[in-house]
């Protein structure tokens, strides 16, 4: 069994749980085999999946006033294969010792980089093999390419049906495309019982100086004068960046003046009044399945949740490098999986706002059943996607790639005899398999 090295980069909870959630697909012998690296604190992110003993909490790696020259020093000082290298900078030496010398003394037999040009080429200088995850976006820059071709193999956390048509060839083919990795709750959640955990976090809000201002008790709220039961939108952001999705709430608010408005996660205090429950929550799973609409940024692990969900999706991307959320906010639309914001607009200008009439739109019928078409309305295309893509929540692609790392004793052995068969990509001293 080969021992496994896992670096996260500290930027957002992601690759952390993204970390974990790898893990956690493995046996339980198989996961002590495991080391995380990340410079993320404790409070940021705990794992559930691995022993806070197979982390290595790294030295952070922010720029210092020592420094002999800083992260970004321009034309003629900095190197075209890197996108950040300070000079001089104790805190990166000793992460980079940090990391060399676990590995060296753990005796981990391959990285995998959760990202990192910087600690992927310290691997690849130091003959370390590693695999590079690949995050949606356009990353067609000098250093991604490089990174892209030392490592042994690619790994795209996300289908292949949402990659990029301006993706390289030979980026795809050395690939692999692990799907959408999420932890199942295995608690069912019933509309009732989704209903309980509302007015909970209704009282929760009544008792907060920054409640919206006419929030009244949750049976009110959710049916209007005539007895009818009034749509809930779950507006759900992450920690990574929430700016773009809460600068939609005035305007939210403006298009469904009668909807409750339910916000999870962190939010601008000045736009708190624009929604109706403010809250964070450990499971966004009973919001995702029972909520009417469901507005989000294109975080992975926020996309991986609702994925296989039909409630109506309407994404908002947040502004990330190499275009990263808007890639997949593209995608998400391109494969009739999601409403852009404008899309959703329009549709609720002509329709008044019908949940019923907006799954139709996005999934070509109803919103418990199988999805379809976005452009259905224009294309009056109803062709289902196959039952098996619907249900396949199970993480096949990603557990086979993380079992097969217990089925070989070797990285060797592992690389020509598991790998290589499944790239489209191979190199040039072409090994007989």
Not at 136 to 149: C, Q, S, Y
Not at 178 to 191: A, G, M, N, P, R
Not at 246 to 266: A, C, F, N, Q, Y
Not at 283 to 292: A, K, M, R
Request: with cysteine; aromatic share 8%.
């Amino acid at each position: 069994m080969m021992r496994i090295g896992y670096y996260a980069h500290h930027h957002g909870s992601g690759h952390c749980r993204q970390a974990d959630k790898l893990a956690a697909l493995l046996p339980n012998d198989a996961r002590a085999q495991l080391t995380v690296f990340t410079s993320l604190d404790i409070n940021s992110y705990r794992f559930t999946a691995i022993d806070e003993q197979q982390i290595v909490r790294l030295n952070a790696e922010d720029e210092r006033p020592d420094d002999i020259l800083a992260g970004r020093a321009g034309q003629y000082w900095q190197p075209a294969s890197l996108h950040y290298s300070p000079v001089g900078n104790s805190d990166i030496q000793k992460r980079s010792h940090q990391i060399l010398d676990t590995i060296f003394l753990g005796n981990i037999d391959l990285m995998i980089i959760d990202v990192s040009v910087e600690v992927a080429m310290l691997c690849r200088a130091a003959s370390i093999p590693y695999l590079y995850v690949r995050l949606p976006g356009i990353r067609d820059d000098a250093p991604h390419l490089g990174v892209f071709a030392g490592a042994l193999a690619l790994l795209a956390p996300y289908p292949k049906a949402l990659e990029s048509a301006q993706t390289s060839e030979w980026v795809c083919g050395k690939t692999l495309y692990l799907d959408f990795i999420y932890s199942q709750k295995t608690e069912s959640y019933t509309y009732e019982s989704f209903i309980d955990i509302l007015a909970k976090l209704s009282v929760d809000n009544e008792n907060s100086d920054l409640k919206s201002t006419n929030l009244p008790a949750i049976e009110t709220q959710l049916t209007d004068k005539s007895g009818a039961t009034i749509p809930i939108i779950t507006v759900i952001k992450g920690y990574g960046g929430h700016k773009a999705i809460d600068e939609k709430l005035p305007e939210l608010r403006s298009l469904l003046p009668d909807t409750l408005i339910v916000s999870l996660g962190p939010i601008d205090d000045e736009k708190r009044c624009y929604v109706d429950i403010s809250a964070e929550v450990d499971d966004v799973t009973p919001f995702i399945c029972h909520s009417d609409y469901l507005m989000m940024a294109c975080g992975l692990n926020a996309v991986a949740q609702a994925y296989h969900y039909d409630t109506p999706l309407i994404v908002v991307p947040d502004d990330r490098p190499h275009n990263e959320q808007a890639v997949m906010a593209e995608a998400l639309v391109t494969q009739n999986k999601a409403l852009n914001w404008q899309q959703f607009k329009t549709l609720m200008s002509v329709n008044d706002g019908q949940p019923e009439f907006i799954a139709q739109i996005i999934h070509g019928q109803s919103k418990q059943h199988p999805t379809t078409s976005v452009d259905s309305i224009e294309k009056n295309n109803s062709e289902e996607d196959s039952i098996e893509e619907i249900n396949a929540v199970t993480p096949i692609a990603a557990q086979a790639f993380m079992h097969s790392i217990t089925d070989y004793p070797t990285t060797k052995l592992w690389f020509e005899k598991w790998l290589l068969p499944r790239l489209n990509l191979a190199p040039e001293s072409t090994i007989e398999f």
